[in-house]
C-alpha cells in the first residue's frame, strides 16, 4: 500500500542481534522448522484489520512511548479497497454499529475520529424499548440540555475502518501484509543469532515469516492466533439469525437533530431494532429464527417492508400468521392494521422503501475464550467474545479491549518489561475478562427472559421494565451504563 512505509528500526533503537539472543527466552524444547529462511521480527504483529485490530495499531502509534515499537498488520483482504470507500450520500451499508460516547472518545483519543465521514455518522439521544408481549415499555431520554446527552453514535462499520486506516497513513510505521493468506503459525528456531523457540511464527503464502515478540489476535471468532495459543472458546449457537437492512423512511425520516430515537421491540423470536442513519434513513437489526430470517430474504420489496412495519405494529401472534405466508405480507399488514390499537406516538416511522441489496443475515452465537492471554499472545474483539446484538455492544467491547491492552503495552515499555511476557499482559486480562463475562451474561439471560411468550415470566418481566421506567435514578443510571463502555443491558 502507498502509505505503508517500514520504519527502519531494530527490534528497539540501537538493540543489536546478540541482545535480542540474550532476551529472548530459552527453553529445553525444540520445534522442527517449516522453512530455513529467516523470519523479519516485530515487537508486535495484529492480525486482522477490522476495527480491533485497527484501532489497537493506530493507538500504538500515536502513543509516544509506544511508537518505537515495530510493528506489523497482517489482513486477508486487500485494504486498499477498504482506505478508498466511497458511497453515495443517500447509500448506507448495512452492516452498521453503535459507537458509545466512550469509544468515540477512544477514538478521538487516538487521532482517528477526525478521519471518519462524519455526515456518514447519526448520534441518537433517545430509546424506546419494549415488550411486545405486554407492551410494557422503558424509555431512556437524556433530560433536556444535559450534557454528554448522546447515547450512541450509529456509523457503517466500512466508515470507521476507513477512518482508522486514514489515521495510520498519516503516522506511517507499520508494515502491513494486505491480501495475505496465513497458512500457519508456529514456533521459531535458534540460529547462530537468535533464538526464538518461544517466539511466535506467523508464516504466510509465498513463504514470508514474522516473529512477533507479542502477537495479537484480532482475527475474528475462529481465530487461528487462538487456536495457536491453545486457548479454549466456549459458548452456544442462539438458532436465531440476525436480519440486516438499510430502511427509507417515510417524509424527511426522523425530524431534527434533538428528535433522533433508536427502537427496540422484544418479540418471543427475538428483538427487533430500528436505529437511526442520517436523513430518512435507519438500520435495521431483527433477530429472528432462521426459517423467518429465509422468508424474509426470499420475499418482494414491498412484502419485506410490510413485515418490517408489522413487526412493530402488530401482535406477535399476526406477526407469526404473517411468516407463514410465501407472499401478500402488504394486504394482510393493510387488513390487521384495522383491528389493532398501538400507540403512533410511540413507534418508529413507516419504513416505505429498503436500498437494494442490503437486505442480509448472520447466525447469532455466544463465545468467550477461557482467557485473553497467553505467552506471547493476547487476543481482542470478536477472537476473545461474541456477543447477541440486542445490546449494540459488541464492536464496544472489541474497543474496550483495544484502550486496555495499548494501556498495557504502554507499561510494560515504559518500565522495561517484556511487552510479550504474560505477567505483562496480566493487567490487560485483569481487567477486561469480568466486564465482558458480565456483559455477556446479561444479554444471554435478557434474550432468554424475552423468548418466553407466555406464563409467570411474562407479568414480572413487565413489572421490573415499568418499575425501571418509573425510577428516574435507577434508569439514569442504566443510561449512563450505555453512554460508556459499561454493561448496556437495552
Not at 477512544?106 to 441518537?124: C, H, N, P, S, T
Not at 482508522?164 to 495475505?180: H, K, M, N, S
Not at 418508529?348 to 452465537?365: D, M, N, R, Y
Not at 423468548?451 to 428516574?472: D, E, K, M
Request: glycine share 12%.
Amino acid at each position: 500500500m502507498d502509505f505503508v512505509v517500514l520504519s527502519g528500526r531494530r527490534l528497539r533503537p540501537n538493540l543489536c542481534r546478540t541482545c535480542i539472543r540474550r532476551l529472548a527466552p530459552r527453553t529445553s524444547r525444540s520445534y522442527a522448522s517449516t522453512s530455513s529462511k529467516q523470519p523479519d521480527i516485530y515487537d508486535v504483529v495484529c492480525v486482522g484489520g477490522g476495527p480491533a485490530g485497527l484501532s489497537l495499531l493506530t493507538a500504538l502509534r500515536a502513543n509516544p512511548v509506544t511508537a518505537g515499537l515495530k510493528v506489523a498488520l497482517v489482513e486477508a483482504q486487500d485494504l486498499r479497497k477498504v482506505r478508498g470507500w466511497k458511497m453515495p450520500p443517500d447509500r448506507f451499508s448495512n452492516r452498521c454499529s453503535s459507537l458509545t460516547p466512550a469509544s468515540a472518545k477512544f477514538l478521538d483519543g487516538i487521532g482517528a475520529w477526525r478521519y471518519v465521514k462524519r455526515e456518514r455518522v447519526q448520534g441518537y439521544h433517545e430509546m424506546q424499548v419494549w415488550d411486545g408481549v405486554t407492551d410494557a415499555r422503558i424509555e431512556f431520554e437524556w433530560a433536556k440540555g444535559r450534557r454528554g446527552g448522546t447515547i450512541a453514535y450509529m456509523t457503517e462499520n466500512l466508515n470507521l475502518t476507513s477512518g482508522l486506516l486514514g489515521r495510520l497513513e498519516e503516522l506511517g510505521g507499520v508494515q502491513v501484509f494486505d491480501g495475505a493468506k496465513v497458512e500457519g503459525i508456529g514456533f521459531g528456531d535458534e540460529t547462530e543469532d537468535l533464538d526464538l523457540r518461544e517466539w511466535p511464527v506467523v508464516h504466510l503464502a509465498g513463504g514470508k515469516q514474522l516473529a512477533a515478540r507479542l502477537l495479537v489476535g484480532a482475527d475474528g471468532a475462529n481465530s487461528p492466533v487462538r487456536a495457536f495459543a491453545g486457548i479454549e472458546s466456549r459458548g452456544w449457537d442462539y438458532e436465531r439469525h440476525g436480519v440486516v437492512a438499510t430502511l427509507e423512511l417515510e417524509g424527511e425520516g426522523w425530524g431534527g437533530d434533538d428528535m433522533k430515537i433508536a427502537y427496540q421491540r422484544f418479540l418471543p423470536t427475538g428483538p427487533v431494532a430500528m436505529l437511526p442513519l442520517p436523513g430518512n434513513l435507519s438500520t435495521l437489526v431483527w433477530s429472528t429464527t432462521p426459517s423467518n430470517a429465509a422468508l424474509l430474504k426470499s420475499l418482494s420489496t414491498k412484502d419485506f417492508i410490510a413485515l418490517v412495519n408489522a413487526a412493530f405494529r402488530l401482535r406477535p401472534v399476526d406477526l407469526e400468521f404473517m411468516h407463514t405466508l410465501s407472499s401478500g405480507q402488504v394486504d394482510e399488514l393493510a387488513w390487521r392494521l384495522q383491528h389493532t390499537q398501538f400507540n403512533y406516538q410511540a413507534i418508529p416511522q413507516t419504513v416505505v422503501g429498503v436500498q437494494e441489496g442490503t437486505i442480509a443475515s448472520f447466525p447469532l452465537k455466544l463465545r468467550h475464550a477461557d482467557t485473553y492471554i497467553g505467552e506471547r499472545v493476547a487476543l481482542v474483539g470478536d477472537a476473545a467474545h461474541s456477543i447477541h446484538p440486542l445490546a449494540g455492544q459488541g464492536l464496544n467491547q472489541g474497543q474496550g479491549d483495544v484502550e486496555s491492552l495499548t494501556r498495557t503495552i504502554e507499561y510494560a515499555v515504559s518500565h522495561g518489561q517484556d511487552i510479550g511476557a504474560r505477567m505483562s499482559l496480566e493487567p490487560y486480562n485483569a481487567e477486561r475478562y469480568g466486564p465482558n463475562h458480565v456483559l455477556l451474561g446479561v444479554c444471554d439471560k435478557l434474550h432468554k427472559l424475552y423468548s418466553v411468550g407466555s406464563g409467570p415470566l411474562v407479568p414480572l418481566r413487565s413489572l421490573g421494565l415499568n418499575a425501571i421506567n418509573a425510577l428516574g435514578p435507577v434508569k439514569n443510571f442504566f443510561m449512563d451504563q450505555a453512554a460508556g463502555n459499561g454493561i448496556k443491558l437495552f
